[in-house]
């Protein structure tokens, strides 16, 4: 069965970086896309950004664009998010999430990894 | 970016009685070639992740009680809880999924009256 487990979450200071990664399991990594979401205390559900297959494309939340980047090694079956300039807003619970393309039936979610950004 | 209102934004219900949940998108949802509407609804409980409760609108997730449904099509979802249990207070949100960029109602927390 699907699975994916998020590590990496921490505390770092507003300005820093840290690096997030979701390994996966159960499936074919490489033939899908990959999404990172995240909540943050109290809040709602919010997507961060995708990566196609093949790394061919990505996309952003436009809160997260120029600082997160999106990658994936398919070799190793780990998807990452790069969280550069972190802001004390950006503390969540960041989740990877196994895309569903159009034609399939749904996005598995993994447990999430908390963030928090304070000083 | 499709935009997905959802309403109310807090539900109170008797135990036994009906919880319902509406939720709108800015676009349609449903794909043609497979005559789906890429629609899902989450439940969570406080310290836990989203939960899928039901995917393309209508379709329960395996294991999830029968009297959580989902309906709707195009731009217009329904999520009704049939009877009320006391372990379904949560918040419960719905997302779609028609676009690389995933979008989320605002949420629906359900308590008991």
């Known amino acids: 069965q699907v699975q994916l487990v998020e590590s990496g979450g921490g505390v770092v200071q507003p300005g820093g970086s840290l690096r997030l990664s979701c390994e996966a399991s159960?499936?074919?990594?490489?033939?899908?896309?990959m999404h990172w979401f995240r909540q943050a205390p109290g809040k709602g559900l919010e997507w961060v950004a995708f990566v196609q297959s093949g790394s061919s494309y990505t996309n952003y939340a436009d809160i997260v664009r120029g600082r997160f980047i999106i990658s994936r090694d398919d070799s190793k079956n780990t998807l990452y998010l790069q969280m550069n300039s972190l802001r004390p807003e950006d503390t969540a619970i960041y989740y990877c999430?196994?895309?569903?393309?159009?034609?399939?039936?749904?996005?598995?979610w993994g447990q999430g990894t908390p963030v928090s950004v304070s000083s | 970016d499709i935009v997905v209102t959802q309403s109310p934004d807090s539900l109170a219900v008797s135990l036994g009685e009906r919880a319902t949940i509406s939720c709108t998108s800015s676009r349609s949802l449903l794909y043609r070639s497979n005559n789906k509407n890429y629609l899902a609804w989450y439940q969570q409980k406080p310290g836990q992740p989203p939960k899928l409760l039901i995917y393309w609108a209508s379709t329960r997730e395996s294991g999830v009680p029968e009297r959580f449904s989902g309906s709707g099509s195009g731009t217009d979802f329904t999520l009704t809880i049939s009877s009320l249990q006391p372990e379904d207070v949560a918040v419960y949100y719905c997302q779609q999924y028609y676009t690389s960029l995933r979008t989320f109602g605002q949420g629906t927390k359900v308590e008991i009256k």
């Open positions: 999430a196994k895309d569903c393309a159009l034609g399939g039936m749904r996005d598995y």
């Open positions: 159960g499936f074919t990594f490489s033939a899908y896309g």
